[in-house]
């Protein structure tokens, strides 16, 4: 992302005046879920309700200003001690609202901003979906917590590790066609979501087109005509139960990859570990440049 990107992403997410490392509040911006949000003062009391966002702030310096966190976060160890909130679309809002947040972060989808605003609160919804998104969010976040210059030295660092892997990536010359699983429905993602990017980045050649969507439902028969040379994300056995699968050219070749449990979590956040993601990926596609 060069910085005429990150430029125009910060005037779109925020606005501001003047240019410091340390935030001058109150603070207004336009929130995912496209609202004009307050921010009267520093956050000192942050409730998190995405596993991503909580480990973004850890990243950047907050992680003592969360005072809760959704079902899911469970990295750093630190946030595993935190109250539980319950999760996106079973939320605790009276636990909530019991820890006197002086701000929510939500997502856009699961409709926390209705009850946690009725109630008083501010609540910004903030929920990267695009490779891009991932480093323009983070450093909407820290503007928002008085943690920018953490928030871009993090961005940096993140850049700094997903190009030495891609310089081992990028000139390989067999990159195979690949359908990558996030759920047995199934679900897949498209080239411009921030996993499709990682999946391309690492050298594969995605068989989702744009046109479908960043996280499409996929229809199996499509999944069989594209016949890739490379599955990721179920194991063999349940590929291979599917109809029609055995005919798929990655069943035959034995390039059925089941994704660990760790890396899988990481693949899923858009958050401050999408480089170690990304080089789990590269390993289980070019295994031998990492030898």
Known sequence: MNRTFLTAALTGFLTLGGASA?????LTLKDDLGRTVTVKAEPKRIVSMLPST??????IGACEKLVGVDAYSDYPQQVT????M?????????????QKPDLVLVSQYGKLEGPLTQAGLTVVAVNPETYDEVFSKTLTLGRVVNREAQARALVTRMKSDIARVEILTRNVVRKPTAYLEIDPTPYSVGPNSFMGVLLTKAGARNIIPASMG???????EFIVKANPQLILGVDAKTAGARPGWNSIGALKTGRVVSIPDELNTMLGRPGPRLSLAL?????????????
Request: net charge neutral; aromatic share 8%; charged share 25%.
């Open 22 to 26: 340390s935030t001058t509040y109150p």
């Open 54 to 59: 909580s480990e973004t702030l850890c990243a």
């Open 81 to 84: 001690k935190l109250p539980k």
């Open 86 to 98: 319950g999760g996106l679309y079973d939320p605790n809002i009276e636990a909530i609202i019991a």
């Open 214 to 220: 960043d996280f499409p439902k996929v229809d199996p």
């Open 279 to 291: 080089r789990g990926l590269a390993k289980l596609i070019h295994p031998e440049l990492f030898k």
